[in-house]
């Protein structure tokens, strides 16, 4: 049953992260310290997940990014662009809206509207 649950668990954060991710990416940061920005807020990610996303994200068009050189290595810098702004202002809408039909589907027990708590 705990692998059940870590799976279920697994995909249930697997659908957030592009919410979380864009979030975060008002000021510019680069992929590490993205990692810890999240991290600090509980949500961790690991780097071999965040990359790829990061790639797919700047190719459908919500981010841009740019090399700095001037740190001791380079690094790739990512901020949210205008339609990554759009975009996150719709997922914050469509999670606001999941997430109260969610509650209200949880608080009550078998959908009857009596505010009892699942046992």
């Known amino acids: 049953m705990e692998e059940i649950i870590s799976n ?3 995909e249930l954060r697997r659908g957030t992260l592009v919410l979380c991710v864009l979030s975060q990416l008002e000021k510019e940061q680069y992929g590490y310290s993205l990692v810890q920005n999240l991290a600090e807020r509980g949500m ?11 790639r797919r994200l ?3 068009g919500l981010l ?6 001037d740190e001791s290595r380079p690094r790739r810098y990512y901020v949210l662009n205008e339609k990554g ?3 996150l202002n ?3 809408g469509e999670w606001t809206d999941m997430n109260n039909t ?11 509207g009596d505010n009892e708590r699942l046992d």
Request: aromatic fraction near 4%; charged fraction near 25%.
């Open 8 to 10: 279920l668990t697994m």
């Open 44 to 54: 961790i990610i690991e780097q071999s997940t965040l990359y790829p996303l990061l």
């Open 58 to 60: 700047e190719k459908q």
């Open 64 to 69: 841009d990014s740019n090399w700095s050189l």
């Open 85 to 87: 702004r759009r975009v």
């Open 90 to 92: 719709s997922l914050i």
């Open 102 to 112: 969610i509650t209200k589907l949880l608080e009550t027990k078998n959908g009857d």
